[in-house]
């Protein structure tokens, strides 16, 4: 069996359909060159057939890496392989991953089949994807999780023999037990003589549903499967995918009792988190592993004794091994722009001297507000100026509010460069601010959703707001940061409008 771990991204496809994640093609070649620098063996760049625009975001990734391979994703359809195979034409390593689902809840109410029609139409994919002349084609087997063992091998083994030479087996709706899915891996092992020779291998794709993707990951890797699909910050559709850094790191800190190579360089995972963080608006959890901002704080007294007498004592893994520099440069209204800059690059931010001159005006008139400036509001600045074209703009907010005092709310905006002004009452400080925005906005929207959150600590933190609005039967989501909630909350309920599509 081979000693070594194929890490397979796919932040870029399965991350990316979370609700109000979605990059534009630059974004994304900016993420893939980050993951290629991170050692991510395979980058699942997209779904070619399902739009113009992750065909084209395929086509421009394939041409911006170099070593990784590329890897595009269809159903068991052959117009869906052609687009993949066109959209890889640039790729120096080109991967097709295609598939149907196994389970017999997707046999019977998705397809309206049966297990026999199932398995020839997965071998006719498998055989098209290897005509097309790539240089791997991956078989996934939709559902795996449910599907009878029994079934699944033969499903497994009718597509090896087509030419397949990776399976993945996924537990799409996150619901098997780690020793279940272990024992899932093992039994295709020992059933199916193309994975027992080495004619191909098996990768693990686990969704996090009830909180057991990465120890379902695990369990898989131990049972002998030798790629691992996983996504940055473990981001993906509804409770997200296994853990890149997560899988990364266990296999580094158990290296002794887990002898596996693989490629990760452990020391850029904190900047690609941040990264993806702020380019998919996307906060990571305080208590994340990893990579969170409390995995290396120590609050309780007898912890932090410890650690100070020997970090041992209550960390496993040293900070610098994810790339946190125990010595970062304390960032204030004093700081020039070289350390601006260096703070950029370390969270994996690459700006031209035009955009570090934005970023610094804004950095300093936020310094003026707070006395220290933490990586999320350093990120922060930085999304905001690599933000799309705003054809609203808030040139002025002023409102009036507290017990006892009806809440009025005076707006300036920039339409399209022509200034507007209204004022407007509400029940609060936000809901006057809005009033008074549709005044000016004529479109019929409604506010469905809105979260704020607090990025680090103290009566002057920025907070960023996440909100979604709905305009002509369509969500959309955008977000605002500032000092002040209120102008926070406007600028998220803005960058929702200029999303919108045109009249």
């Known amino acids: 069996m081979s000693d070594r771990l194929i890490f397979f991204d796919t932040t870029l496809r399965d991350g990316e359909q979370v609700p109000g994640c979605q990059l534009n093609t630059i974004e994304k070649i900016e993420v893939a060159r980050q993951l290629e620098q991170l050692g991510v063996d395979v980058i699942e760049a997209g779904f070619p057939a399902s739009s113009p625009g992750d065909f084209n975001s395929v086509v421009e990734i394939s041409k911006a890496v170099t070593w990784p391979v590329i890897c595009a994703l269809t159903r068991a359809v052959e117009s869906d392989i052609d687009a993949a195979a066109q959209a890889l034409q640039y790729a120096r390593y080109k991967r097709i991953h295609t598939g149907i689902g196994t389970s017999d809840e997707h046999i019977r109410y998705k397809f309206n089949s049966t297990r026999e029609e199932i398995i020839e139409r997965a071998v006719a994919a ?63 092992m020992e059933h199916v003589d193309g994975l027992a020779n080495g004619k191909a291998i098996l990768s693990t794709h686990c969704h996090n549903d009830l909180g057991m993707a990465t120890a379902n990951t695990m369990s898989g890797v131990l049972n002998g499967a030798r790629q691992v ?199 609060g400080p936000l809901d006057a601010s809005i009033k008074a925005l549709k005044q000016i906005i004529h479109r019929k929207m409604t506010l469905k959703e809105m979260t704020i959150q607090a990025l680090s600590k103290g009566s002057d933190d920025v907070c960023k707001v996440h909100m979604q609005v709905e305009n002509d039967g369509h969500l959309y989501y955008g977000f605002g940061s500032d000092t002040d909630i209120v102008t926070a909350s406007v600028e998220a309920y803005i960058d929702c409008i200029n999303k919108f599509k045109p009249q």
């Not at 240089?135 to 029994?150: H, I, L, Q």
């Open 126 to 188: 498998v055989k098209y994807a290897v005509s097309k002349k790539v240089d791997e084609v991956e078989f996934y087997a939709e559902d795996a999780g449910r599907t009878d063992n029994e079934y699944l091998a033969r499903v497994v083994d009718a597509a090896v023999k087509a030419g397949a030479t990776i399976i993945n087996i996924p537990d799409t709706t996150g619901y098997c037990l780690p020793d279940e899915y272990g024992a899932k891996i093992r039994y295709l």
């Open 229 to 427: 699909e996983v996504t940055v910050n473990g981001v993906g559709e509804r409770a997200g995918n296994t853990s890149l850094e997560e899988i990364a790191m266990i296999i580094k800190c158990h290296h002794a009792t887990i002898p596996l190579d693989f490629n990760i360089k452990t020391t850029r995972i904190y900047p690609t988190s941040r990264m993806v963080s702020s380019l998919m608006s996307m906060p990571v959890q305080f208590n994340k592993a990893i990579v969170g901002r409390n995995a290396f704080a120590h609050s309780s007294g007898i912890h932090q004794d410890g650690v100070l007498k020997n970090s041992q004592t209550y960390e496993i893994m040293d900070p610098k091994d994810v790339g946190l520099d125990d010595n970062n440069i304390v960032m204030t209204a004093r700081s020039g722009r070289a350390a601006l800059k260096h703070r950029l690059v370390s969270l994996g931010i690459k700006v031209d001297p035009k955009q570090l001159d934005r970023i610094y005006e804004a950095f300093l008139k936020l310094a003026d507000k707070k006395k220290e400036l933490n990586d999320d509001d350093i990120l922060m600045l930085a999304g905001a100026d690599t933000a799309a074209i705003k054809h609203v703009k808030l040139d002025s907010l002023q409102v009036t509010t507290g017990k006892g005092v009806t809440p009025i709310a005076a707006i300036r905006l920039n339409v399209a460069g022509e200034e507007f002004e209204a004022a407007s009452t509400g029940n």
